[in-house]
């Protein structure tokens, strides 16, 4: 029950019933607890785990067996507040963390709360998230953001805070070499947040034109066709590799361009089991981690993206209110697209 604050009943939300299914239906507001705050939802980032359970209904163990509201990317402004949040919330624009973790488990205890086996995160089955026009999340996921930052640049703080954790992961530090692997999203802002650590050599391969020259624009140094080139016999030799395509060939020539005491971090959807360069990993004891979302970035990512060192705003190439939400999940099927924001208010009318 909110103590501060007016919100309605109901909101419209844009829910999938089924594959490539997507509709706007009108639907309980959440309850907010008493540790939580109201969000109207301002901008929603469309990302791939979004457009797999669209198209699949799975990820994994994770299955769509009901109704579910997609999106997880997100920012607003806080409308409500529980009954042990200050009132001086309400008003403020945020950035949402999208996951509950218990807070009690080993692993919430360690620090390590993004490995919560009780994890509640947001559009992961069976939890709501965000085609919606409120939200609720506790106090301390909703960030405050400067006015400095636009609200979809707010919305996409969240892959921001994945390519963070993978930075920290992969050990880069100032005058770092790395390979990226996929120039989508998460490989593009990869590159961006490598730039920002320091790193000093940046190289992405993609097989596709398009997305290896957009590459060059947002940090990469260098960028190369993997159909043309052998990435594993190309004398690379970077301190990290980063895999953001999921491909197990992209993944195999990957880890063998790492040099020695080299780390290698795992982070594009792909197959669930795949061969590595065992030999290579042994011989060369490189450290080879995926990454499972984040722990602590936003203070980083709200940094990173208010001084300019991530630019978030130029990734954005459509914009979709709910009505038109099923488009915006088939928008990565463009090579020239990159970021797709649904607005559970009408889109803007001012171009980007």
Not at 106 to 123: K, T, V
Not at 224 to 235: K, Q, S, V, Y
Not at 330 to 350: N, Q, W
Request: with cysteine; charged share 20%; net charge negative.
């Amino acid at each position: 029950m909110t103590r501060t604050g007016t919100v309605p009943s109901t909101m419209r939300a844009g829910v999938l019933t089924g594959p490539r299914t997507l509709t706007v239906e009108e639907v309980p507001t959440p309850a907010c607890a008493a540790d939580e705050v109201v969000i109207r939802v301002a901008a929603v980032g469309v990302c791939g785990s979004d457009t797999h359970y669209f198209r699949h209904g799975r990820i994994g163990d994770f299955v769509v067996d009901a109704p579910l509201i997609l999106g997880h990317e997100l920012s607003g402004r806080i409308v409500a507040v529980g009954t042990d949040v200050p009132a001086t919330r309400v008003g403020e624009r945020v950035a949402v963390e999208p996951q509950r973790p218990c807070r009690r488990c080993r692993q919430c205890r360690a620090g390590r709360y993004n490995l919560c086996p009780d994890m509640e995160f947001y559009a992961t089955p069976p939890v709501d998230g965000a085609f919606a026009e409120y939200c609720v999340i506790r106090t301390e996921f909703a960030h405050a953001v400067p006015d400095a930052l636009s609200d979809e640049a707010a919305a996409l703080l969240e892959p921001l805070s994945v390519a963070i954790t993978t930075m920290r992961k992969a050990g880069v530090v100032p005058g770092s070499s790395i390979l990226i692997a996929g120039a989508g999203p998460i490989g593009i802002i990869c590159a961006q947040t490598a730039r920002a650590f320091g790193a000093a050599r940046i190289v992405v391969t993609d097989p596709v034109g398009e997305r290896r020259e957009r590459a060059l624009r947002f940090g990469a140094t260098e960028v190369i066709d993997p159909l043309d080139t052998d990435i594993a016999t190309a004398g690379l030799d970077v301190d990290a590799f980063v895999d953001a395509s999921g491909a197990p060939a992209a993944v195999m020539s990957g880890i063998k361009a790492v040099a020695p005491a080299g780390r290698a971090v795992l982070v594009g959807l792909g197959s669930s089991e795949m061969a590595l360069p065992v030999e290579h990993i042994q011989n060369r004891e490189i450290t080879v981690t995926g990454i499972f979302r984040y722990t602590d970035t936003w203070p980083a990512a709200i940094h990173l993206a208010a001084t300019g060192q991530v630019d978030l705003d130029s990734l954005v190439t459509g914009r979709f209110d709910l009505e038109h939400a099923a488009e915006a999940l088939e928008s990565d099927l463009d090579p020239a697209g990159l970021k797709s924001v649904v607005y559970p208010v009408p889109v803007p009318t001012t171009a980007p």
